[in-house]
Each structure stands twice: as structure tokens, then as C-alpha cells.
């Protein structure tokens, strides 16, 4: 079991843990360090007991503020999966018909006369404009 060297409250402790775990540990002496330092500005030097109680008070007010958003999340989430899973076992809707306006051929063909008519009045337009 490896051996740590922790600082908290400027102060230094030896602490044991898991094999891997040095990490966790130097993390968690990390906010607690930063809580004894919050208390140190604040009311000054304090017994190493009372300085370690008050700042792990203070990260449990911090933890259980955390566990009630967790908690509303998790509430959240499930009200959201439960909301899905009613909508995923709805039946698809069915598909709605969109029609849509087709010209019909005898106007179309209509049109293409009156557009060929259009290009050949204007074609003897230019002929005779050209010629004066």
C-alpha cells in the first residue's frame, strides 16, 4: 500500500491508500485543503482537529447540495426516458395525402401555341423595324 504525502490547511499528513488510487486521494486532499484555506482567511488559525472537522463539514454541505441536483436529475432523465417511450410505442402517423395542382396537357399545349404565336409576332416585329 503506497504511502501519500498530503498538504491541507499547510499542513502535512501521510496517508495510506489503494495501489492506482494516488490520484483520488491527491484530488480529494485538493478541496479539502481549498475548504481549510476558505476557513484559515476567514476565522485565522484553527486547532488541526477543528480546522479538519470544519472544512469536511463544509464539503459534505457541498456533496449533499450536489446529491439534490443529481437527484432532480435523475428525476428529470426519467420522467424524459418515460416521455420517449410512450411516444416510441405510439403507432407511426399515418401518412398524409398532399395533392398537388396539375396543369392539364390541352392547356399546356394552349400555352405552347400562344407562346409560339408570341415568338413569331415578334420576330416580324424585328423584320419590320429592320427594314426601316
Not at 10 to 37: I, N, P, W, Y
Not at 48 to 67: I, V
Not at 85 to 98: C, K, L, N
Amino acid at each position: 500500500m503506497p504511502q501519500v504525502e498530503i498538504a491541507i490547511g499547510g499542513r502535512k499528513f501521510e496517508v495510506a491508500c489503494q495501489d492506482g488510487e494516488e490520484h483520488f486521494l491527491h484530488s480529494a486532499a485538493a478541496m479539502l485543503d481549498t475548504e481549510a484555506a476558505h476557513l484559515s482567511e476567514q476565522i485565522g488559525r484553527l486547532p488541526e482537529s477543528r480546522m479538519l472537522l470544519m472544512a469536511g463539514l463544509m464539503l459534505a454541505d457541498k456533496t449533499a447540495g450536489l446529491q439534490d441536483k443529481v437527484r432532480e436529475a435523475e428525476a428529470e432523465a426519467a420522467k424524459l426516458r418515460a416521455e420517449l417511450e410512450t411516444v416510441q410505442g405510439q403507432p407511426a402517423p399515418s401518412p398524409e395525402r398532399v395533392e398537388v395542382p396539375v396543369v392539364p396537357a390541352d392547356v399546356t399545349d394552349t400555352l405552347a401555341e400562344i407562346a409560339a404565336r408570341a415568338e413569331a409576332l415578334a420576330d416580324q416585329v424585328e423584320a419590320h423595324h429592320g427594314q426601316t
